[in-house]
């Protein structure tokens, strides 16, 4: 897609649990090429949306079109082939395997092929077309040095940044991503905001869920913020910060 082009939408999405609504008529728009940011406090209906929005989950009404598709009813696999790519809150990678290793399982799951067809009737060719990428995206993020490392020997904001590797792998045109800069330190987060700056630069769109304001509002084009599942303000990262509704549901409690 070309930049601004509309490549996400969600309409009026409502996702009910019982009596409890965690997400209210949410609407949002990701256009080709920005980074966007769901904020909001805890219990809010960020990852609940993401949900939505990834296909994991699908809405009690509303809907989720990505690249003009709807997104229910496919399951996560053929959505990372139409273009849509996620990380997880909780970092699940392998850690006596090598970074290698672990970005190429994620070509793997994101292959049309899948993991059991390739693992019962070893496809060499197919193998080496997804070493060959995931070694195009472990050189893309910046961790090439690390190729044959243990997983587990890299620092928390390395394995972060292998983890956006691996969603990497098939080319999405949208990242999702959850928390990403929980736990890094300062310089880990420069590092990260210095990726996610050099995807955009090559046209990729990336939806960020994230609790820390400076690393936020200093990398991203604009900020969604939900409260009770509905979205309260959007704009600018400089409107937002200064605006009541969002103080309150920061501050007021
Ligand atoms: P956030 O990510 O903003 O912290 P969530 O989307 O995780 O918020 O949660 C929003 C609300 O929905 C919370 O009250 C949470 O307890 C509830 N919720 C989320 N997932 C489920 C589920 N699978 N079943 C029941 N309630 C859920
Ligand atoms: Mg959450």
Not at 151 to 171: F, H, K, M, T, V
Not at 192 to 209: F, N
Request: net charge negative; hydrophobic share 45%; with cysteine.
């Amino acid at each position: 897609p070309k930049a601004g082009e509309l490549i996400l939408e969600a309409k009026d999405v409502t996702r009910r649990f019982g009596g409890l609504i965690a997400n209210n008529n949410m609407s949002l728009e990701v256009r080709a090429g920005e980074i966007l940011a769901l904020i909001g406090p805890n219990g809010a209906g960020k990852s609940t949306m993401f949900n939505q929005i990834s296909g994991v989950d699908t809405p009690t009404s509303g809907e989720v079109r990505f690249l003009g598709k709807p997104v229910a009813g496919h399951d996560s696999r053929e959505i990372a082939r139409m273009g849509m790519s996620r990380t997880f809150q909780h970092v699940k990678l392998l850690p006596t395997m090598s970074v290698l290793e672990n970005v190429a399982i994620g070509a793997h799951l994101r292959s049309d092929k899948g993991v059991l067809s390739s693992a019962w009737r070893l496809d060499r060719a197919e193998e080496a077309r997804i070493l060959k990428e995931a070694a195009r995206q472990i050189e893309r993020v910046g961790l090439a040095e690390y190729m044959y490392e243990e997983a587990g020997s890299l620092a928390l904001g390395q394995q972060r940044i292998l983890e956006i590797a691996r969603a990497l792998c098939a080319d999405p045109c949208l990242l999702l991503l959850d928390e990403p800069a929980a736990g890094l330190r300062f310089r880990e987060k420069e590092a990260l905001g210095e990726l996610l700056r050099k995807l955009r630069a090559e046209g990729m769109a990336t939806l960020i869920v994230e609790h820390d304001m400076d690393f936020v509002m200093s990398l991203v084009d604009r900020v969604v913020v939900m409260e009770f599942g509905q979205k309260i303000a959007e704009g600018l990262p400089d409107e937002i910060q200064q605006n009541p509704a969002v103080l309150e549901a920061y501050l007021g409690g």
